[in-house]
């Protein structure tokens, strides 16, 4: 098999469009000159409406955590309370990350495989007036669970003043997001995922709300204060060296989103959810999520006893060139998941499913051939 052929099929990091990759081979620039000021602010401009936003995106060299990070250190004081919902790993990052802080967290958790309700908020924040921010997970890609971000906004805006801040690390870029218009005040995404680059770059986007609060506030941290980038974006650069291949290759990607379209781009992830959900229940492999909460960009399948999921990426990877991936926390060894986000499209979900078939026979347990594939193949034709 061809070594450079391994197909990723996982929750990111994503393959990378070949059009990307050869703009990051451009010769390096001065991260001062004029030149590169220039297309950073372009760029910088260009984000806003993946985001939902008026306001500046801001861009800083670091995988999604640092974004994260950032949402947490900007916004909040040691002894101040936050509630942070958790629906999987991701949850209780955000959760660990504001507790690394001194920030005192009220967790409302639900079982992994559950979206957080609207309903539930509401009634958990009912007998807590003095927290000052709200924090969410939009796809929870530890699960393939989508949490209703608009409707959660909804009841933070009308049963709270806190701040609502949302990690969109894994579906940024492929999902609607109206972060102006649903009342989200901080959204923060990385570039490994549905922006089908490496990693290395962390994007967060601040409502004039959030704005008020950052200004009345001390940063916790050095390298994560959005005061300062703030100031340099003004200038139309960062207050760091910037990953300059890394914003080469994002001008790319404006393109290829623009070309597409967001509506496109959102139908086209909807469309291979629908496929790979069609084709594990014609396989009678379980499904994490339910139909109203599944993901458009992670699939998470549980076999439970029908077979062993580790065994199942093993074959995949070492017979087919696909990986997909493993569970994460208590779930680890027992799911797997299935990326379907980025550069990626319908026919190429044709390709891991049958392949999935395969490696199912390969490793003994029960499968018909081919019934996944025409499940999603059906699924397919009638969207074309
Ligand atoms: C991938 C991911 C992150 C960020 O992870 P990094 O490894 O720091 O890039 C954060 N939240 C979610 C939901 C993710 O999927």
Redo the contacts with the bound molecule.
């Keep these: 098999m061809f070594t450079d052929k391994m197909i990723l099929r996982i929750?990111?990091p994503t393959p990378i469009p070949p059009r990307v990759q050869q703009a990051m081979n451009q010769p390096m620039i001065g991260h001062r000159s004029g030149q590169f000021s220039e297309l950073f602010a372009r760029t910088e401009q260009r984000l806003r409406p993946y985001f939902g936003t008026s306001g500046e995106v801001f861009i800083l060299a670091?995988?999604?955590?640092?974004?994260?990070e950032m949402s947490v250190v900007n916004t909040l004081q040691p002894g101040e309370e936050a509630v942070v919902l958790v629906s999987?790993?991701?949850?209780e990052?955000?959760a660990k990350i504001c507790e690394r802080y001194g920030i005192i967290v009220h967790r409302l958790e639900v079982e992994w495989g559950e979206a957080v309700t609207p309903e539930a908020l509401s009634s958990f924040l009912a007998d807590k007036p003095q927290v000052q921010a709200v924090f969410a997970?939009?796809?929870?890609?530890?699960t393939g669970v989508q949490n209703p971000i608009r409707e959660l906004a909804h009841i933070v805006r009308e049963k709270s003043n806190a701040l609502f801040i949302v990690?969109?690390?894994?579906?940024l870029g492929a999902v609607a997001c109206e972060m102006d218009a649903w009342g989200v005040d901080i959204v923060?995404t990385?570039?490994?995922?549905a922006f089908m680059l490496p990693?290395g770059l962390?994007f967060l986007a601040a409502s004039k709300r959030a704005w008020d609060v950052i200004d009345s506030k001390k940063p916790l941290a050095f390298y994560l204060d959005l005061k300062a980038y703030r100031k340099s974006l003004a200038d139309k650069t960062t207050p760091y060296t910037p990953a300059v291949s890394l914003i080469f290759g994002l001008v790319e990607v404006c393109n290829m989103l623009d070309e597409e379209g967001l509506p496109a781009i959102i139908k086209r992830h909807e469309l291979m959810r629908d496929m790979t959900r069609a084709a594990m229940r014609a396989l009678g492999i379980p499904l994490m999520a339910s139909e109203e909460y599944a993901a458009t960009t992670?699939t998470s399948c549980h076999p439970h006893d029908a077979f062993d999921a580790e065994q199942l990426r093993k074959v995949l990877r070492t017979k087919h060139n696909i990986v997909i991936a493993g569970g994460q926390g208590h779930l680890k060894g027992k799911i797997f998941r299935i990326g379907h986000m980025g550069f990626c499209e319908p026919l190429d979900v044709l390709q891991v499913i049958a392949a999935i078939e395969m490696s199912l026979q390969q490793i003994g347990a029960p499968v018909e051939l081919g019934a996944g594939v025409k499940a999603a193949q059906e699924v397919l034709l009638a969207h074309v």
């Design positions: 929750p990111g670091g995988s999604g955590t640092s974004a994260l999987g790993a991701f949850g990052r955000f997970t939009y796809c929870e890609t530890s990690d969109a690390v894994s579906c923060v990385g570039s490994q995922k990693t962390a992670v």
